[in-house]
């Protein structure tokens, strides 16, 4: 019997951490995972106090969540209650546990649409969310949640100037377009958008937060390089259309996080526009622009497609009018689930991430 370690994530993502009533593994709680032949050696990471009750069922659940499953199978579970030396927190946004950026070869793929929707699913999972909004040449965000025109405040901190997050549906968000006006922004260099984005990441007030999502602008460029410069990402999540065309350019995008020198690991692709279905047929479904690109670009990549969204009114109304379809009321129940269910997927991507691979680096500058 050839047991995998995701197959181990799988059973023990059946578990319930008993903090947050949510499940042990896309609450990170898994410090390491080996598996040799039938032995599953197993380490939690818990620096909360836990009773003794607490630890002792945390215990039996995991060995039977994978006895069950794999029988024969040898189950050690080690919890640990200290930060090891070398699991230094980041000197950069400490209070933030996963920064994943969404990013895209073209603009109009639907990144934004797909950043805030995806957050808010997040967020309603129980995580506590951000947005950072770096896409200065379209800064869509600050329309789609209904804080258009508005402009961050400033805070003394120590005799330093720190920017405050506007908060939009109980998530912090900071963007571009609270800084510089749109018409404005076409004429901003590379340099001097890289140092709003440094600032957004060393001068801002973030809270403590489960995960920060950073839209990027399409392409690969300067934002892209200082975001590598500057914090080491969990990874990136990249969105596409079924075009063939959108994949050509979504391949390069991707490239860049997987060049040796950045080494930021593909969590998985978002196909957006995947279909078309009328309110009055329901069961069908219209590939208006063709079928199979997620899934191309994901195998490319050696990553998942962990989702696709297909072309829905309320989608791109909630994009207009500040109220997101995850938050809207009136949003089909069917629409919502799929931006769960999306949810779900990047967080299984996320924990299998770090279970199996090293924590990124910071990319270091060359003079
Ligand atoms: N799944 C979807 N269904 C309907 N409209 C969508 C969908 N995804 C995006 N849109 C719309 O397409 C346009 C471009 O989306 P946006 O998220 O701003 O793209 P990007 O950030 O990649 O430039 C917006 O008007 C948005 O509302
Ligand atoms: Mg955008």
Redesign the pocket.
């Given at each position: 019997m050839k047991i995998e370690k995701d197959q181990i994530l799988q059973a023990l993502s059946k578990v319930q951490d008993p903090l947050t009533g949510r499940d042990i593994v896309s609450t990170g709680r898994i410090r390491s995972l080996d598996v040799e032949d039938t032995l599953v050696k197993c380490t939690l990471l818990y620096t909360e106090n836990l009773s003794q009750q607490q630890k002792s069922s945390l215990h039996f659940a995991c060995i039977s969540a994978v006895e069950q499953n794999f029988p024969g199978a040898q189950m050690h579970v080690h919890l640990e209650t200290q930060l090891r030396q070398g699991d230094q927190p980041r000197s950069i946004l400490p209070q933030v546990r996963e920064i994943i950026a969404v990013g895209?070869g073209?603009?109009?793929?639907?990144?934004?649409?797909?950043?805030?929707n995806l957050a808010l699913a997040l967020k309603e999972q129980g995580l506590r969310v951000g947005i950072l909004d770096a896409?200065l040449y379209?800064p869509?965000i600050p329309k789609?949640l209904g804080l258009e025109g508005m402009r961050p405040k400033i805070k003394d901190v120590h005799g330093k100037a720190k920017i405050v997050p506007l908060e939009a549906f109980g998530m912090p968000v900071i963007s571009m377009g609270f800084i510089v006006d749109a018409d404005q922004a076409v004429v901003l260099r590379g340099p001097r958008l890289a140092g709003i984005l440094k600032q957004f990441l060393q001068d801002c007030l973030w809270p403590d937060l489960d995960i920060l999502i950073i839209?990027l602008p399409?392409g690969t460029g300067d934002i892209q390089l200082t975001l590598v410069q500057t914090v080491p990402l969990t990874g990136a999540v990249l969105?596409t259309t079924p075009q063939q065309v959108a994949v050509a350019d979504a391949i390069k995008a991707m490239n860049m996080f997987r060049l040796p020198s950045i080494d930021v690991p593909i969590l998985g692709v978002v196909e957006?526009?995947s279909w078309f279905t009328p309110a009055e047929l329901p069961e069908n479904r219209y590939y208006l622009f063709g079928q199979g690109a997620g899934k191309q670009l994901a195998e490319m990549g050696e990553a998942e497609l962990l989702g696709q969204?297909?072309?829905?009114?309320s989608?791109?109304?909630?994009?207009?009018n500040g109220v997101p379809a995850v938050v809207n009321q009136e949003t089909d129940g069917r629409e919502v689930e799929r931006w769960m269910s999306l949810g779900r997927s990047l967080m299984k991507q996320v924990e299998i991430r770090n279970a199996t691979k090293d924590p990124t680096r910071i990319v270091g500058i060359k003079s």
């Open positions: 895209s073209k603009g109009g793929v639907g990144k934004s649409t797909v950043s805030v896409d379209g869509s789609m839209d399409p969105v957006n526009m969204i297909p072309i829905i009114q989608v791109m109304e909630g994009g207009e």
